[in-house]
């Protein structure tokens, strides 16, 4: 048995009011390659984080870790990188309507058909939970970049949050398409958390965003998901409240989460009040706790 540390990021949180208008701030490409955010993405501890560009929107941001040299000898925790889709970064910015956000994570060629696999993006609004689907296909193998429009997954897990075999999708849950009420498949690892999502008869399709998913297109030891998305294509009763976003591997040991406030009109579309789900995500983001967790390594 190992211990993991499983954190719960509450980021740093302005609203869309004070954010750089889309005229002034500088310009940012969806396109995996995140020198516009201000960080380098590299291999062998080459990576920097630390100072995400504030000329580009930049609502909030969070660097877990830049460690390479972990591998599958470490645990998915805090200060353990280089695992199977172990969080490193989330970045989010915000010009105009649109709302940017990156991530980095750890990642080995098996593209999470072994040990872990990537969960999709969890979101909360005002009145409901909102789902990006990552995408990736089947694992094994080097895997080459995905954009918006490209076959969804999901992956079933074992009980430490291992991928055991993959299974498809709905058809129209294609990488960077953005649901609300979807099922969510949480994490195995007590007391769990939503790591994958599931389109039923009453999910509606809110979006696509502009995506990039790099896999193994860019370096061996990472992958990045950068995606763009038109916040008046989210629910919001009343133009206003928080955003929260929230990304973490199957095992959901490791967990990246910012918070962003809207203050700017969106839309009038409703979606039906939020479950336990919600809950949770907003709970464990307001305190930022850190807790200890124990899974077994086969």
């Not at 949180?13 to 380098?40: E, K, Y």
């Not at 991530?103 to 072994?114: C, E, T, Y």
């Not at 199957?250 to 967990?255: A, P, Q």
Request: with cysteine; charged share 15%.
């Amino acid at each position: 048995m190992r211990n993991a540390l499983k954190p719960f990021i509450f980021a740093t949180t302005l609203g869309l009011g004070v954010a750089m208008s889309a005229a002034s701030a500088s310009a940012i490409t969806v396109d995996g390659n995140l020198s516009d955010w201000g960080i380098t993405v590299a291999d062998n501890n080459n990576s920097n984080f630390s100072s995400p560009s504030t000329t580009i929107g930049l609502e909030a941001s969070f660097t877990e870790d830049q460690n390479d040299f972990a591998g599958d000898n470490g645990y998915v925790g805090p200060n353990y990188g280089g695992q199977n889709y172990d969080a490193e970064f989330m970045g989010v910015a915000v010009q105009g309507n649109i709302m940017y956000i990156a991530i980095v994570s750890g990642q080995r060629p098996n593209n999470g058909l072994s040990k872990y696999s990537p969960g999709d993006i969890y979101m909360t609004t005002p009145v409901g939970i909102v789902g990006i689907e990552v995408g990736g296909g089947i694992g094994g193998g080097a895997g080459g970049m995905i954009t918006e429009g490209d076959a969804g997954s999901t992956y079933n897990l074992s009980s430490n949050g291992y991928t055991q075999s993959y299974g498809t999708t709905d058809a129209a849950q294609t990488a960077g398409s953005v649901w609300a009420n979807a099922d969510w498949i949480q994490d195995p690892i007590a007391p769990g958390s939503p790591v994958q999502m599931e389109i039923n008869g009453a999910s509606t399709k809110v979006a696509d965003a502009d995506y990039a998913y790099t896999r193994d297109t860019d370096t061996n030891q990472h992958s990045v998901i950068e995606l763009a998305l038109d916040l008046t294509n989210l629910p919001d009763e009343d133009g206003s409240g928080s955003i929260g976003i929230h990304w973490s591997p199957s095992c959901g040991n490791d967990i990246v989460h910012a918070l962003i406030n809207v203050s700017a009109p969106i839309t009038t579309t409703e979606v039906p009040e939020p479950g336990s789900a919600l809950v949770w995500l907003v709970g464990v983001g307001m305190i930022g706790a850190m807790r200890v967790r124990r899974r077994k390594r086969s």
